[in-house]
């Protein structure tokens, strides 16, 4: 364990808004800063780092926490871990190792485990039984170094041979089942998570093997296409990316990014090493992040089909948000990287690199392709959705590529322009309505898990959030609402238990932060409270006498109403009229 007051000087070392400074590009608006949040994609920042009480919540995903909770979230790591990342930030040291902690123990034996299971995949492929799946990668042109650079391997075929080499190595069933290298068959035995199937390791960049992914490669085996490990303790699918490990050592700050592990090991064959994979269909935040730490430039390599050019579609934003250059390779000729290489060989496919289109070409000329545009109606389509395109772009962007599609349409740049800007105006204006009507939603409490009691007693409620919001930032005043407000006699269950809470904390002589409640409740009541004592009203301690008075009277005389049968503009009205408190 590592003790309290050091956790403490951890945090008031590390300026939440410095530390966050670093991963999100931050504006400042009044004493808070907001950003796009990196834990989910948007286009309009509702990420919010709040100075006063350190601490931050993002009104989009409702991922909230104190600096603590950020970094364990953003890099991937537990607690203790956590804290010793911001520990070496600040320059501080340790005091104590966290000894036998059962978490970093249970994380190491799953790394040992892994680093295990990847020799014996590789010591199958060659041994007499592992024949057919070598001849399999040999058929799909791959060399022996190349099969060791990516230790690739073959799980047998059986039932328990991994499983039975763990034990003897003296690995336990809940460890092997932690690192999902087996899990429970009916009757209750443990059985291999990958049988018969060629193995594909995935390692992260400090160079562990974190996870598997299994291609099945014959007909009669079988299962789905893919098995591959579940997150796990050292593994989340959404923050790795396939041979990262091997790409980050290449010089020029561009990366390929493929569909599949058998493309990327192709083009590394063919000399291309900046070749990586994400391991699910779109790109992740996360993953943009993990490409910008070693790349400038991104260019998206998916196959030609439907779910490939999806994918695409999904991911140019991600990347784009994350500050990349991205490029779309378009392969003509052949249906992925691997063929294309066997085919025409790697300078072909070096000048396919050098000349693929930004994303903005590639995405007009996919609109083109589904519209044809020697017809009036096929023109008049084109061009609405063209439109509805560019009004997502800068103004320079939309400049340029307005004159091209006049010119391929035959019209003038300004009727393209005035087209892109009336579906700018529609689209800013619903986008602002959503915003609205969800942020009216929100406040009210309505459909919130958290909080069930909340949008069915608005007025009381209300004065509940405002009383906590002044106790937490005027703590010396908790006391004496204590005195006349016992919790028995908050309206909501919720709001009772985080004042029984404030009131327990004060009174064991601590300090109220956002840091200690957060222990204290779950992870979404803690971003409900991050939320309460930041809602920004930064009220004077006048109303004190009032709102107890309210929340005293809601709770003998309760006045049920139906929030969610109010309509949005109704709601904020109402919630305007109860925060000022003039009912
Ligand atoms: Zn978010």
Known sequence: MIPAEFINEVKDRNDITDVIGGYVNLKRSGRNSKGLCPFHSEKTPSFTVYGDTSSFYCFGCQTAGDVITF??????????????????????????????????????????????AGRFFYKSLYSPAGKQALEYFHSRGLTDEIIRRFGLGWSPDGWDQLVSHLNGLGYKREEILAADLGFTSRKGGLIDRFRNRVMFPIIDIQGNVVAFGGRKFTEDAGGGKYVNTSDTLIYKKTNQLFAMNIAKNDKTRELILCEGYMDVIALHQAGFTNAVAALGTAVTPQQARLLHKYA??????????????????????????????VRVLQITGAKDPDEFIRKFGPER????????SNDIEYSILRIGGKYDISTDDGRLHYLREVCDYLS?????????????IADRLHIEKSAVLSQADASAR???????????????????????????????????????????EMLFSHQDLIKKAADMLPPEQFVTEFGRRVYSKFIEIVDSGQELTVSLLSREFSESETAEIIRIVNSGESRGTGDFGELIEIIRTEHSTPRPQDAAKLSPDELLEQMNRLRKKKT
């Open 71 to 116: 970094i364990s979230k953003i890099e991937n790591l537990d607690y203790v871990e956590a804290v010793k990342f911001l520990a070496n930030r600040a320059g501080l040291v340790v005091p104590e190792e966290g000894k036998n902690d059962g978490l970093s123990h249970m994380r190491l034996r799953i790394k040992e485990q892994n680093r295990e």
């Open 296 to 325: 400038d430039r991104v260019v998206l390599s998916q196959d030609g089909d439907e779910a490939g050019q999806k994918s695409i579609a999904r991911s140019i934003p991600i990347m784009k948000a994350e500050g990349l250059d």
């Open 349 to 356: 496919f070096k000048r396919l690199l050098e000349g693929c």
């Open 392 to 404: 997502g772009l800068g103004t320079l962007e939309r400049e340029v590529y307005a004159s091209r």
């Open 426 to 468: 529609r689209r800013e204006k619903s986008e602002k309505e959503k915003e609205f009507r969800e942020m009216a939603r929100n406040t009210a409490g309505i459909g919130s898990k958290v909080n069930p009691d909340r949008s069915a007693h608005l007025k009381g409620s209300t004065a509940e959030y405002a009383l906590l």
